[in-house]
């Protein structure tokens, strides 16, 4: 192996990463150890959430637990443990001489910080929330058997994926408030994966580092939102049908591993007309009456149209779909939660997908860069960058989510065929670091401890990594090998061996501080509707894994005569263990694969796993089946690295004061922007007195009175926050005027709050708010 040589901005790259990561590795150990156990409400001011999960329980992993089990996950088994009060919402009357299901549907806001906290997805350090472009949600669904006897729900939320202790907090409170009757088999929460969601609420290692800490702020506030969403469906079911559609959607997806997807044997890809998934499928809710209630559609998209240079949360192009759909459906209402019908664009196999359909690209000489490793000649693979098919990220999100959003309508409209028959469902949590996988009827192979191969640095055409990794990397490289060594120990030769061709740059299953770097414990779910299968995977499988998973679980119901079933890839799904690739992907380790952390067996022992989720509800024999060892729950994580600091306003200033005014006048196309005095708003995720940032008003003079016409959920707004030095801050609003506005007077107003600390006081968070001058738009 030759020689490596390293340019000036190489070495001091490097140099920088050495000195970063000691320093973090040096302050993270130091926050773990002085603090002794640090508490999760430290980022919370005076808020404090007590946890009720002894991270040391164990429970016999012979249990069983069926459709009916009374046992809820995660519980307390430490009986000296403080017990949360128990109140069991009585379950409201249901009418049940109909045809068809008890259906609810909720929805509300999940979003948690906006600002002094990492974006979670892109892994890019730096890209920090420092705004708003539209608002986060949980979207709950629950269908229930016409005599309540059965019942499933399914959440789908805007966030990057569900993480485990996101789950298991849920999981809780629900055993507290329904006591049986939502539990980890027939609950499914899915993350939609948009990678504009604030970060904060793991509990592995390696997503609490990436994260800059455990936000309990942002945590809160997100358990707090799916609750309510699943409050809401259960407290608003009705009788009603559900149908079905499936139909293709085009020109808004192209696959970013095409050398990955050609390993795959060409017999098998002979059998499909694209590298990527292009079926949608999509739920009609609808009461007896035949009113609309509720949409969930399926399909395989990275939600990434929005880069990791943004810092606007948002929910990206699905959500952008979902915001059109609602917005069609309720008519009369703002977006967010006032209106009943509920939309949702939930994942699906969506790990080699991109929205960016006009191709990688090298953003320096404009040639294409579509190649194994996706470098460029000139510049490596940090130029290699694939663009959306709008004039700016902006554009390409609602450009790819109109598209998205239009399909769904026309599949949502047509959609004939009911779904009927009984509910049921069926989980297990399973040890992935050692699954015997069999792959015939005389050989197997084995699962392996988790790890992070060369490649996972290099990133995608979506999001390149910040240093000078290469996908398809199988080999090591001995300078960042022995960087590794150094801070965190030689791999083992056993993990080496299980994860080959994988070159690993981080065995994480062999790091356990300050808590265990990835999880071992990992759900697998299946719930089903008379003829249709949601399976909730736990990452990010690959067009082609998904397609095996789909065809197996299918067949293997088949064979216990449930014939035709529709099987659906729910992604995302209650624990977050990165990338699911084929064995044949896995080979030529592109980033995918890289992250495919449980080695080249991982596809085939989820199929092996799900197969068996199947056969149990088809054969009956869910209450045989092994509850498997819990997950941990753990109370003492890192506390964020930002520090929370007293807002102040500039001398002879108050919060809200407008620094920059609007124009007097504005024609349609146009921007209006003000620019206030403004606070942290992070501190808006405690004190939650106002429930936007902002507000377009427009005048109307025969009632005399301001009428809302816009909110911080609303597309056409956007809420920046300037951080500025020793508490001080500017909010700027911009109103993007569109085409359809009405001519006449308006106002915008800033909605805040500010933290206040006095000298030997708790800090204390306080409401403000500020209104601009009015200003008139008129039509060209």
């Known amino acids: 192996m030759a020689k490596r040589t390293f340019s000036t901005l190489e070495t001091f790259l490097i140099f920088l990463l050495v000195m970063m990561t000691a320093i973090t590795v040096a302050l993270l150990s130091l926050l773990f150890i002085t603090s002794g156990t640090i508490e999760n409400n430290k980022d919370s001011g005076s808020h404090v959430f007590p946890t009720t999960q002894d991270p040391t329980a164990t429970q016999d992993p012979t249990a069983t637990q069926g459709p009916t089990a009374t046992k809820g996950p995660a519980a307390t088994q430490n009986p000296t443990a403080t017990q949360p009060s128990v109140t069991h919402t009585s379950e409201p009357p249901l009418f049940q001489n109909f045809s068809g299901y008890h259906i609810g549907v909720g929805r509300a806001d999940c979003t948690g910080q906006v600002s002094d ?121 009705k009788p009603g049908k559900i149908f079905i559609n499936k139909g293709d959607v085009e020109g808004t997806q192209i696959n970013r591993s095409p050398y990955s997807y050609l390993q795959n044997p060409p017999s098998e890809r002979a059998r499909y007309s694209s590298n990527t998934d292009k079926e949608m499928v999509i739920l009609k809710m609808v009461d007896l009456n035949g009113d609309d209630l509720g949409l969930i559609s399926w399909f395989p998209i990275h939600p990434v149209s929005m880069n990791n240079t943004n810092h606007l949360v948002n929910s990206d192009n699905v959500g952008y779909a979902a915001y059109l759909f609602e917005q069609e459906k309720n008519r009369g209402y703002l977006p967010g939660e006032q209106g009943p019908y509920v939309a949702a664009f939930a994942s699906s196999n969506l790990g080699d997908v991109s929205p960016n359909i006009l191709g990688p690209h090298c953003i320096n000489t404009g040639e294409s860069c579509d190649n194994a490793n996706s470098t460029c000649p000139i510049g490596g693979p940090g130029m290699c960058m694939a663009m959306g098919p709008g004039q700016d990220m902006l554009d390409s999100t609602q450009i790819i989510g109109r598209t998205i959003y239009q399909r769904a309508k026309e599949l949502y409209a047509s959609a004939s065929q009911e779904v009927t028959g009984p509910l049921a469902s069926a989980h297990q949590w399973v040890n992935m670091t050692d699954v015997t996988v069999w792959l015939n009827s005389t050989h197997t192979a084995k699962t392996c401890k988790p790890a992070l191969g060369y490649s996972f640095a290099a990133g995608t055409i979506d999001g390149v990594g910040s240093l000078n990794f290469t996908q398809g990397t199988t080999e090591g490289d001995p300078f960042w090998d022995s960087i590794r060594d150094q801070l965190l120990g030689k791999p083992s030769e056993e993990i080496k061996e299980c994860h080959k061709p994988k070159p690993i740059l981080l065995h994480t299953g062999e790091l356990s501080k300050p808590h265990p770097w990835h999880p071992d414990i990992v759900d697998v779910q299946i719930l089903t509707l008379g003829f249709l299968a949601i399976t909730a995977i736990p990452g990010e499988l690959t067009t082609m894994s998904g397609r095996r998973l789909r065809e197996a679980v299918q067949a293997e119901f088949a064979s216990y005569g449930m014939q035709n079933m529709t099987v659906v890839i729910s992604g995302l799904c209650n624990v977050y263990t990165h990338y699911i690739a084929t064995y044949e992907e896995y080979q030529v380790q592109r980033y995918e694969a890289a992250s495919t952390i449980y080695g080249p067996h991982t596809l085939s022992a989820y199929i092996q796993l799900f197969r068996g989720l199947a056969k149990a509800i088809a054969t009956d024999t869910v209450a045989n089946l092994s509850r498997g060892p819990e997950p941990p729950f753990f109370k003492q994580l890192i506390a964020p690295l930002i520090p929370n600091t007293v807002d102040r306003a500039p001398i002879g200033r108050t919060f809200g004061d407008v620094l920059q005014p609007a124009k007097p006048t504005y024609h349609v196309g146009e921007v209006a922007e003000v620019t206030f005095v403004g606070a942290n708003p992070k501190n808006s995720a405690e004190n939650q007195t106002h429930q936007t940032f902002l507000t377009v008003e427009k005048y109307e003079a025969a009632l005399a009175s301001w009428q809302i016409v816009y909110n911080d959920a609303s597309w056409e707004t956007r809420f920046y926050w300037h951080k500025g030095f020793l508490g001080q801050s500017n909010a700027t609003i911009e109103w993007h005027i569109p085409d359809t506005a009405q001519p006449g007077i308006y106002r915008i107003k800033y909605f805040g709050h500010n933290r206040k600390q006095d000298f030997l006081k708790p800090a204390v968070i306080l409401s403000f708010e500020g209104t601009s001058s009015a200003f008139e738009v008129v039509t060209t």
Do not use: C, W
């Open 117 to 237: 906290i990492n974006l979670m997805g892109f892994s890019k350090s730096g890209q920090n929330a420092q705004g708003l472009l539209t608002r986060l949600y949980s979207r709950a669904f629950i269908m229930a058997e016409p005599d309540g006897s059965n019942r499933v729900v399914f959440v789908s939320i805007d966030i990057g994926m569900v993480s485990q202790r996101l789950r298991l907090e849920v999981l809780d409170r629900l055993k507290s408030k329904y006591g049986s009757l939502y539990r980890s088999d027939n609950v499914i929460l899915s993350g939609t994966h948009t990678h504009s969601g604030p970060a904060g609420y793991f509990q592995y290692t390696v997503f609490v580092i990436a994260s800059e800490g455990f936000s309990n702020r942002t945590f809160q506030y997100m358990v707090t939102g799916i609750m309510k969403s699943i409050e809401i469906a259960h407290e608003n079911m």
